[in-house]
């Protein structure tokens, strides 16, 4: 039976947390369109909402119908949607943890991503896929890995990842409403993070990167969770005179190549930061077009902080070695900041 869904708004400077954030996107799509729905493992409130009960209280006011609950097949949940999005419908799938993207893998990266293309325009394939992840809750190898460069290589997806509750809730209602699939990837780590977030229905546009923080000396461009790290790092180094500039990316793929060149152009020097492990990632992308478009400006080559090239440990201990640290990152600051042309 369908429910029918009362507007609900809400009031600018609400603080909430990251994932009532991802939850007030959700409502606010599924009010302004009917043809957006939800589907997923366990999401409904028969089966309490979520993992992460980022669904929680939608099927009660949506519907069933709205907000449906799958069987645990990662194949049947990405191929319904897409096949819902060349129906006419605007999905939003899913998939509980990041690295269960990779049995439907078939369905992201031969369908989802391409059948714009091999259509000639004609087909448009607008599903949004929601996945969290992240190590740091002893959640073990196959539970905790940052897949994101594997979509990003992918040309036709767009793969976003936000680092606070107002950026969540802008850039998934973004992704909802694109016509194009976009994979929004959730640091599970920060899901009780607290933040102001901006006027209802506010959409934060995809590709564009925000500066999170001002400085003159050594840019650090990061999304996610490492933007909060990074934040960290930079008022710490501040009490020594060293001014960071922090760039928030959000979008991964495509992401802002122009306002991380301009940073970097005025500062001379960078760190990319992220949590997924250093070789192959998005980190060597963003460092070698640095490379190419700014290499005779450069006060010192660029500096790579991720995680050890391993799978993510479940020993609390060895995960805490595994993962990169603030440490890490101030010492890739000093060492820029220390080298002159």
């Known amino acids: 039976m369908t429910t029918v869904a009362q507007p609900r708004p809400v009031t600018g400077a609400k ?15 599924m009010e302004a369109d009917p043809s957006v729905f939800v589907l997923g493992e ?22 069933t119908d709205r907000v449906r609950t799958t069987p645990i097949s990662e194949q049947a949940i990405i191929g319904a949607a897409i096949g819902a999005a060349i129906a006419g419908m605007r999905p939003v799938a899913e998939i509980m943890l990041m690295n269960f993207t990779t049995v439907a893998m078939d369905q992201i990266v031969n369908h989802a991503a391409k059948l714009r293309f091999m259509s000639g325009g004609q087909t448009a394939v607008p599903i949004t896929i929601r996945t969290a992840t992240g190590a740091g809750r002893g959640t073990g190898a196959q539970h905790s890995d940052m897949l994101e ?28 409403f694109d016509d194009d699939p976009c994979i929004f990837v959730e640091k599970k780590e920060i899901y009780g993070m607290r933040g102001e977030l901006g006027e209802p229905a506010e959409r934060i546009p995809l590709g564009q990167a925000r500066v999170a923080r001002r400085g003159e000396h050594v840019t650090v461009i990061g999304y996610g969770g490492a ?6 790092v930079a008022s710490q180094l501040a009490q020594d005179g060293i001014e960071v500039e922090v760039i928030d990316l959000r979008t991964i793929s495509p992401w802002d190549r122009e306002t991380v060149l301009s940073s970097v152009g005025r500062t001379k020097r960078a760190v990319v930061v992220h949590e997924a492990v250093r070789q192959f990632g998005a980190g060597a ?6 490379h190419e478009e700014l290499f005779g400006e450069l006060a010192a080559p660029v500096q790579r902080v991720a995680s050890k090239n391993l799978p993510v440990p479940f020993s609390p201990a060895l995960e805490r ?3 990169y640290s603030r440490d890490d990152i101030e010492r890739a600051v000093r060492t820029v900041a220390g080298a002159s042309r």
Do not use: N
């Open 285 to 290: 992308e963003i460092s070698a077009t640095i």
């Open 227 to 232: 933007v909060g790290e990074s934040l960290a």
């Open 42 to 63: 366990d999401i409904g409130d028969a089966e309490t909402g979520g993992t992460f009960k980022v669904t929680k209280g939608l099927s009660t006011r949506f519907g």
């Open 15 to 29: 603080r909430v947390t990251f994932g009532e954030a991802c939850r007030l996107a959700l409502e606010e799509a």
């Open 149 to 176: 460069a594997w979509f990003a290589h992918t040309p036709g997806l767009k793969v976003v990842m936000p680092s606070s509750p107002a950026e969540a809730k802008g850039l998934l209602l973004s992704c909802i």
């Open 321 to 323: 070695a595994y993962l």
